[in-house]
């Protein structure tokens, strides 16, 4: 199973089109979107062609392969859910890959191993399985230190990163935790 992890689009048209190219070319199993879909928030400068109603096709045609799976970020707001085709709202969801690895997903403000969160804030999960959230836009692929047999991954932030590059993430089942999680950079046009 391959999927395809993308978070904190923040309404950018330029890099929302970018990320609707790059799920053409991986062609995964999945689609997860782990918030922070259309709206900048207070703390962030507005990202590059900033249009929240041109995102809203954009990722509402990724969702009609029925594929996708969304949770809710922290500059989310019921209002999109009015407007976006696919469940957005949850906290967190689990997907769980054909192999029966668990990926925990969440934005990351309320569940997650990232600077707003100790890992007393990640729930019990079964030794093998990943925390998958977003939130920071800074990459992580590391284990968690003080849950033993634990990854975290975050695919860093389509349009507005933290630490240099545009991003998203691959997952694919059947690999060691260590090498089933990647980062791909988003090039500009």
């Known amino acids: 199973m391959k999927v395809l992890i993308a978070s904190d689009i923040h309404g950018s048209a330029y890099w929302a089109e970018r990320l609707v190219r790059a799920v053409e070319v991986e062609q995964p199993d999945r689609i997860v979107l782990l918030g922070d ?29 029925g594929n996708l799976v969304a949770v809710r970020g922290n500059c989310d707001a019921e209002v999109d859910q009015m407007v976006l085709s696919f469940p957005c709202m949850a906290d967190y969801a689990e997907l769980v890959d054909d192999g029966g690895r668990t990926l925990f997903l969440t934005h990351g403000h309320v569940f997650g191993a990232g600077f707003h969160n100790s890992v007393d804030n990640i729930p019990a999960l079964a030794e093998g399985s990943a925390v998958v959230y977003g939130h ?54």
Do not use: C
Request: hydrophobic share 35%.
């Open 136 to 189: 920071t836009h800074v990459k992580v692929n590391e284990a968690v230190g003080a849950r033993p047999g634990i990854w975290a991954f975050n695919p860093g932030s389509v349009s507005i990163p933290k630490d240099g590059s545009h991003s998203y993430g691959i997952y694919e089942s059947g690999e060691a935790l260590e090498s089933a999680f990647r980062h791909v950079v988003l090039e500009e046009a």
């Open 37 to 65: 879909l259309l709206y900048h928030g207070p703390r962030n400068d507005l990202p590059r062609e900033y249009d929240p109603k041109r995102v809203i096709p954009l990722l509402n045609g990724l969702a009609d392969s």
